[in-house]
């Protein structure tokens, strides 16, 4: 089978299930160890997989039971894997909840080379093309291609504190993100930058955009030590202008991470 290889960043998939806990207490003794093996082998033959992490949760509240988090950079394995992992507990133990499909993307709002190097000389006073000059507009560029290698190929923290939501930018008369020109678009995107900048080492950010492919246009996990500061920066973020005015929520899925023993008997199931 072909590989589906997107022209840019990865695919992610946010998985959520419940457990059908009376079909799982008739299952005899040897039927669950067989089921949880099979899990444990599913798990291991996905993370084994090249480019590919999968990390999984223990959702909190009733809403869903356990939830899964894949990126890989295949759209046939992205696909292949989710089927797998539906069906790892044998048939009619998981039922998916909720499902979101995105991909890494970079942001447009980001500073261009031009602008970089104006916003140097005219804030440091280096003359462009001097050597002071070209040194900081090296740094900057070594610091925009990690921002940029993190945001489309990045590598997910183990923080056991999990929060996923989609949004989108509202259309409305008035209030249209869409009828802005760009340079009030990035003006406002810079404002709601420098109020996440302020959660930094204590909440971790992936943006993933979903434009055609999902309800919202956009995903967004985010991870802490302390569900205080999720919170915190979901509340403070509401205030800035960008959100007051054009931000739309879906609904909010809280996890802990866990290792899949931890995450089985956490859920019940051994």
């Given amino acids: 089978m072909s590989p589906l290889i997107p022209q840019e960043g990865w695919i992610v998939q946010h998985l959520f299930y419940n457990i059908d806990h009376g079909f799982w207490a008739a299952l005899t003794p040897e039927e669950k160890k067989e089921r949880i093996s099979r899990l444990n082998e599913t798990v291991h033959s996905i993370r084994s997989h090249p480019k590919t992490q999968l990390l999984s949760f223990s959702m909190v509240s009733p809403k869903t039971d356990l939830g ?3 990126l890989t950079p295949d759209l046939q394995d992205a696909n292949h894997f989710e089927k797998m992992l539906g069906l790892s507990l044998g048939p009619d133990v998981l039922s998916s909840t909720y499902s979101y499909l995105s991909m890494t993307e970079w942001t447009e709002y980001s500073e261009k080379e031009e602008e970089a190097a104006e916003r140097i000389h005219r804030t440091e006073g280096l003359e462009i093309g001097g050597e002071a000059h070209t040194k900081r507009l090296s740094e ?17 923290p183990d923080w056991q504190v999990m ?17 802005l020109d760009f340079a009030k678009r990035r003006e406002l995107m810079s404002g709601h930058a420098r109020t996440g900048r302020k959660y930094s080492g204590k ?24 569900i205080f ?22 609904d909010f899925f809280i996890g802990i991470q866990l290792s899949i023993d931890e995450l089985l008997e956490r859920v019940q199931l051994t």
């Fill in 163 to 179: 929060c996923f939501y989609p949004m989108s930018k509202r259309r409305n008369v008035g209030a249209n993100w869409y009828a």
């Fill in 229 to 250: 500061q999720i919170k915190s920066i979901v509340y403070e973020m509401r205030w800035d202008e960008v959100t007051t005015q054009f931000g739309e929520f879906g």
């Fill in 68 to 70: 899964f988090m894949l």
């Fill in 203 to 226: 909440v971790r950010q992936l943006v993933t955009g979903s434009t055609g492919l999902d309800s919202h246009e956009w995903g967004v996990t985010l991870f802490a030590h302390d």
């Fill in 140 to 156: 900057w560029k070594a610091h925009m291609d990690k921002y940029y290698s993190d945001r489309l190929y990045p590598n997910m």
